[in-house]
């Protein structure tokens, strides 16, 4: 079965809410969630909390896999090895090839999508 094509544009996830200086420095202090006796508000913000973070840490791979990508190109005087990136990015040399596929993957896409 062949894998659907990535034409959807992406649900944007709840977004986060901002955290004061003084409340981020308190280590039992996490957006205000420990304050809500509601358990079901309490799963529902928790839940929207997990998901935005989630959808952020995919969106965030897929950057550092177009940079990879872009890092490796043989058309750059300053290319770097695939062991210089992983270095930098604090991945195995095995992982950082594969980074480096997944961004020219995604490069190949944005260069077809019309938008």
């Known amino acids: 079965m062949a894998e659907p ?3 959807e544009r992406r649900l ?3 977004p986060l809410l901002f ?14 969630l420990e304050s809500m006796d509601d358990p079901r508000e309490l799963l529902t913000r928790a839940t929207e909390l997990a ?4 959808a952020a840490a995919d969106r965030a791979v ?3 896999a177009l940079a990879a990508a872009q890092l490796a ?5 300053d290319r770097l090895s695939p062991g210089s990136i992983a270095e930098r990015a604090r991945w195995t040399e095995d992982y950082a090839l594969k980074m480096i ?14 938008a």
């Not at 190109?73 to 005087?77: C, M």
């Not at 596929?101 to 019309?114: A, V």
Request: a negative charge; aromatic letters at 14%.
């Open 5 to 7: 094509e990535r034409t």
């Open 101 to 114: 596929e997944y961004g020219r993957d995604l490069q190949r896409e944005g260069d077809r999508d019309p």
């Open 51 to 54: 998901l935005a973070f989630r």
């Open 73 to 77: 190109d043989p058309r750059r005087f």
């Open 19 to 32: 955290e004061p200086s003084e409340a981020a420095a308190d280590p039992e202090h996490f957006f205000d």
């Open 12 to 14: 944007r996830p709840a």
């Open 62 to 64: 897929e950057f550092q």
